[in-house]
């Protein structure tokens, strides 16, 4: 059986040189000293169950920057006995990885089995990633890959089912501030930092190991009279910029959070997922897109006003820009967030749809058709229609459905705002509507 703990004889147990990067030298050299990732390397934890059994399955970690993918891959092989093997998806081309395919087999021969850790494998396209395939399935390779991004989306279905997809966590406060522990064991000094100072660099690493050990390397490199404060720190320190690719998972994450925040009546978690996306740098004209089809989803006739507020909101932003302008989409959200709700439309819009799709091309009912030829007046089209504006209280009740369809109820209001005064007024033309014909 595999020791948890073992590591024998490979990179990730090598000495980094004294020059090297403080994350070099802090790089864990035992699976039980990675830091955040308990629920997979714990004795409990899918890593923890494969090295203990002394067999790995190919598997695919998914997780933030700086949480430990890289590291893990190199620890798994030593604690199983396997030969190490790594390329990056951003490096590697075709001829690449048929070199590391030759060499794995050629090992193999040996008796020596290859784990290949492959970095951002995300970057192969479709066919590069059929290409693991048979190697995996034979054995020749366990196939470790690490992504940044959500699988389901960006790899093979082929490839997924022939590995297992860890979700390795941003690094919380905990397990960042042991970091920055071990920094300071290894520095022997304590980092120029008061006790809030600390807590805002381990707030601003955003769950990135190897950022805030960057961080404070530099901090140790300068030498202060007195320990920063939180101002201090700032000053000296660059802002890190929020994780956030507008074409990837992140940005649809956030988007859902805001949706779902609006359609929830929270205008304050709603105002926190607009702002966790301005500042990343979304586009602010996406944004309004998104408010805009919100306000007819969501909310349509239960306030009307919030279709106008999002098409003003776009206006002034359009003549503003940024950042004036970023204050009326700020009020187009809160608009929306603290409008009655109601998805009637978005209901109605579906069932119509649908309706119209199952029901072909029936003819409207000939009273309600014009007649600009005289054939068609000889034929019927426009006889019989009663003009409304003419009829008592401005409706006349007639039929304007097909004859071989019975009336459809496709809109149906709520109780809230302004629809439930047009439910009222719905329900008083129904029954007037009964009344006319005699109902």
Not at 198 to 203: H, P, Q, V
Not at 395 to 416: C, H, I, K, L
Request: proline share 6%; glycine share 8%; with cysteine.
């Amino acid at each position: 059986m595999a020791d948890l703990f073992a590591d024998p004889d490979q990179p990730a147990a090598d000495t980094p040189a004294p020059d090297a990067p403080l994350a070099d030298r802090l790089r864990p050299g035992t699976l039980g000293d990675v830091v955040g990732q308990n629920h997979l390397t714990g004795p409990d934890g899918a890593i923890g169950r494969m090295v203990a059994a002394g067999k790995l399955s190919s598997m695919i970690l998914w997780g933030p920057p700086g949480t430990g993918k890289t590291t893990i891959a190199r620890l798994l092989a030593g604690a199983v006995g396997l030969r190490y093997a790594a390329i990056s998806a951003v490096f590697s081309g075709v001829a690449d990885l048929k070199r590391v395919f030759a060499e794995a087999r050629d090992h193999a021969r040996t008796g020596k089995r290859t784990l290949l850790f492959v970095d951002e494998i995300h970057r192969f396209n479709r066919a590069q990633q059929d290409g693991f395939l048979p190697y995996v399935e034979d054995g020749t390779v366990t196939l470790v890959g690490a992504t940044t991004e959500n699988p389901s989306f960006e790899l093979n279905a082929a490839l997924l089912s022939r590995a297992q997809v860890l979700i390795l966590h941003r690094l919380d406060a905990a397990a960042l501030g042991l970091l920055l522990d071990r920094a300071e064991a290894i520095m022997e000094r304590s980092l120029p930092l008061d006790a809030d100072a600390r807590a805002a660099l381990i707030a601003s690493a955003d769950g990135d190991g190897r950022f805030l050990l960057n961080q404070a390397e530099t901090l140790f490199s300068v030498h202060f009279d007195a320990p920063l404060d939180p101002a201090g720190l700032g000053q000296f320190l660059q802002r890190r910029v929020a994780v956030y690719d507008k074409d990837r998972e992140g940005h649809y994450n956030l988007i859902s959070a805001l949706h779902k925040s609006l359609r929830g009546s929270d205008p304050q978690a709603a105002l926190y997922y607009l702002a966790r996306m301005l500042t990343a740098g979304e586009e602010p004209l996406y944004v309004l897109r998104r408010l805009t089809r919100f306000a007819s989803e969501d909310i349509g006739l239960a306030d009307p006003q919030a279709l106008v507020q999002c098409l003003a909101a776009k206006d002034a932003y359009d003549f503003l820009g940024s950042p004036e302008g970023e204050l009326a989409i700020v009020q187009a959200c809160l608009y929306c967030a603290t409008a009655p709700k109601s998805n009637a439309a978005y209901v109605a819009q579906k069932a119509a749809w649908r309706s119209a799709r199952e029901t072909g091309s029936l003819m409207p009912p000939q009273n309600i058709l014009n007649a600009p030829t005289r054939l068609m007046k000889d034929i019927g089209y426009g006889k019989g229609y009663r003009y409304d504006h003419d009829a008592e209280g401005g409706f006349s009740g007639d039929n304007y459905w097909p004859a071989e369809m019975q009336p459809q109820r496709f809109y149906v209001p709520t109780d809230r705002g302004t629809e439930k005064r047009i439910a009222e007024r719905m329900a008083w033309w129904d029954e007037r509507r009964g009344a006319l014909r005699g109902e």
